[in-house]
């Protein structure tokens, strides 16, 4: 039978067998016997308490192991019937120090255990009666052994709750520290997310407000929510003038309002269109303007991103009609010279961010899917694709292969978040020109396109 203490057993050991070796000493020394130098009695109590200075040099982490308390606890008893049997004190207090015994057996243990140890010492009680030629049926032997295991059984029973209560407060430690962690871990990640995501807005926002493309969004009711430093220079209009109304109220933006219920109804239809805004100081100039959805990272529409550039070198008065129509004819013409840009992104906010990067100086054409993107490639017969790896469908991998079936050297730059995938052979061997690692300097990108378009 295992018997097994708590972690502080050893001080609680060592404390009810000094109990012990004063009960005995002090039985033995009343006894007829005596405790005189040299005698039996004496030796007994001498190596009884020179064993518990033994003990006290032991590591406490030994008391773990079973076999240490179980060879202490039959030390014990050997050493106290001894004593009964040398001194005959058989019906003598002498009784005590086995309730001390199962006392110290009881500390940390179950019910079981306890009247395993009182059985030990009932069964070596017993046996030293009828050596001394007592008799089982003598009234102070029936009463003593049913109270020995009476004790065991209370002592058992309080030592099990004990040792139970114990064991529930190191469990709601436990979670309390897990608890702990995770709540710690939860803030440090809380906290990177907050510096990555406020890093990122930086870095979009440098870029918006850094271009000189003209961009608005407008969401799902008509209200304009963004109006970038580009857009008030090609108007006129201060950010805080516009931002908050409705786009139907402002004057100047009449004719692009009458888009928003087509472009609301089916963008992925919408053409680039030519239109005409009114200026703050009441001059209308011709602008070219290409729209695409924002939404939240699950498909949500939230809104339309209207980007426009000036025609400035067709900028007419309010109500030259005819110079408008003149001016949107030559645009087209002068465009069919520009270099081609097919932008392959499925992130609206970024496809964003490249159009305005490149706007002006090329003619710019967006792709959200894969298979978009190779119409893209078969009618437009762009130049140059600026094409991301992971989106929904077909990945960049794939499109990469299928667009050589119409140009078997197309010009891909790639902008992707995947790390891994620059030192992929397949990107290796294909027409890839240059990869940039998302977040990256928008600059850096701008003159890797004029490099490879001039």
């Keep these: 039978?295992?018997?097994?203490?708590?972690?502080?057993?050893?001080?609680?050991?060592?404390?009810?067998?000094?109990?012990?070796?004063?009960?005995?000493?002090?039985?033995?020394?009343?006894?007829?016997?005596?405790?005189?130098?040299?005698?039996?009695?004496?030796?007994?109590?001498?190596?009884?308490?020179?064993?518990?200075?033994?003990?006290?040099?032991?590591?406490?982490?030994?008391?773990?192991?079973?076999?240490?308390?179980?060879?202490?606890?039959?030390?014990?008893?050997?050493?106290?019937?001894?004593?009964?049997?040398?001194?005959?004190?058989?019906?003598?207090?002498?009784?005590?120090?086995?309730?001390?015994?199962?006392?110290?057996?009881a500390v940390?243990?179950?019910l079981k255990g306890t009247l395993f140890a009182a059985a030990i010492a009932a069964g070596i009680y017993t046996w030293i009666g009828l050596e001394k030629g007592f008799s089982l049926l003598e009234t102070g032997f029936l009463i003593r052994i049913p109270f020995l295991f009476l004790v065991a059984f209370f002592s058992g029973i309080l030592s099990q709750r004990s040792r139970l209560q114990k064991i529930e407060r190191?469990?709601?430690?436990?979670?309390?520290?897990d608890l702990q962690v995770r709540l710690e871990m939860a803030t440090e990640k809380e906290e990177l997310a907050?510096?990555?995501?406020?890093?990122?807005?930086?870095?979009?926002?440098?870029?918006?407000?850094?271009?000189?493309?003209?961009?608005?969004?407008?969401?799902?009711?008509?209200?304009?929510?963004?109006f970038n430093r580009g857009a008030e220079k090609i108007t006129g209009y201060k950010s805080r003038e516009i931002c908050g109304k409705p786009l139907s109220e402002l004057k100047g933006f009449i004719k692009i309002s009458l888009y928003l219920p087509e472009w609301k109804k089916d963008i992925g239809r919408a053409k680039d269109v030519l239109t005409e805004i009114a200026t703050a100081t009441h001059k209308v100039i011709p602008i070219e303007v290409s729209v695409s959805l924002l939404k939240y990272p699950q498909g949500l529409n939230t809104g339309i991103i209207v980007?426009?550039?000036?025609?400035?070198?067709?900028?007419?008065?309010?109500?030259?009609?005819?110079?408008g129509e003149r001016s949107s004819q030559m645009t087209f013409s002068s465009e069919e010279a520009m270099k081609k840009i097919l932008i392959v992104e499925d992130d609206a906010h970024t496809s964003l961010l490249y159009?305005?990067?490149?706007?002006?100086?090329?003619?710019?054409?967006?792709?959200?899917?894969?298979?978009?993107?190779?119409?893209?490639?078969?009618?437009?017969?762009?130049?140059?694709?600026?094409?991301?790896?992971?989106?929904?469908?077909?990945?960049?991998?794939?499109?990469?292969?299928?667009?050589?079936?119409?140009?078997?050297?197309?010009?891909?730059?790639?902008?992707?978040?995947?790390?891994?995938?620059?030192?992929?052979?397949?990107?290796?061997?294909?027409?890839?020109?240059?990869?940039?690692?998302?977040?990256?300097?928008?600059?850096?990108?701008?003159?890797?396109?004029?490099?490879?378009?001039?």
């Excluded at 979009?204 to 929510?225: A, F, P, R, T, Y």
């Excluded at 980007?307 to 110079?323: M, P, V």
Aim: hydrophobic share 45%; with cysteine; proline share 3%.
């Design 1 to 105: 039978m295992k018997l097994a203490f708590s972690q502080n057993q050893k001080g609680i050991i060592l404390v009810f067998r000094w109990l012990q070796i004063l009960t005995v000493t002090i039985l033995i020394s009343t006894s007829s016997a005596g405790i005189s130098l040299g005698s039996p009695g004496y030796s007994l109590a001498l190596f009884f308490f020179l064993s518990n200075f033994i003990l006290f040099i032991i590591p406490r982490n030994q008391f773990d192991r079973p076999w240490l308390p179980m060879a202490i606890f039959l030390l014990d008893v050997s050493i106290i019937s001894t004593a009964i049997y040398l001194t005959g004190q058989f019906t003598s207090g002498f009784y005590i120090v086995y309730l001390l015994l199962i006392f110290m057996a």
């Design 307 to 323: 980007i426009f550039k000036e025609l400035l070198e067709h900028q007419i008065d309010l109500g030259e009609g005819a110079k």
């Design 194 to 226: 907050y510096e990555k995501i406020l890093t990122l807005y930086e870095y979009n926002e440098n870029i918006l407000q850094s271009i000189e493309q003209g961009v608005m969004v407008v969401d799902l009711s008509g209200k304009v929510i963004v």
């Design 355 to 454: 159009q305005e990067l490149l706007a002006g100086g090329y003619q710019v054409f967006v792709a959200t899917d894969g298979l978009a993107a190779l119409r893209r490639i078969r009618d437009e017969k762009p130049d140059l694709v600026i094409l991301d790896i992971k989106m929904p469908g077909m990945n960049g991998i794939e499109i990469l292969e299928k667009s050589k079936k119409y140009n078997q050297n197309l010009p891909f730059i790639i902008c992707t978040g995947a790390r891994l995938l620059k030192d992929d052979p397949d990107l290796k061997s294909s027409n890839v020109k240059a990869f940039f690692e998302k977040p990256f300097i928008a600059h850096d990108l701008k003159s890797e396109v004029d490099q490879l378009l001039q």
């Design 170 to 177: 190191e469990r709601m430690e436990q979670i309390r520290r």
């Design 108 to 110: 940390g243990q179950d």
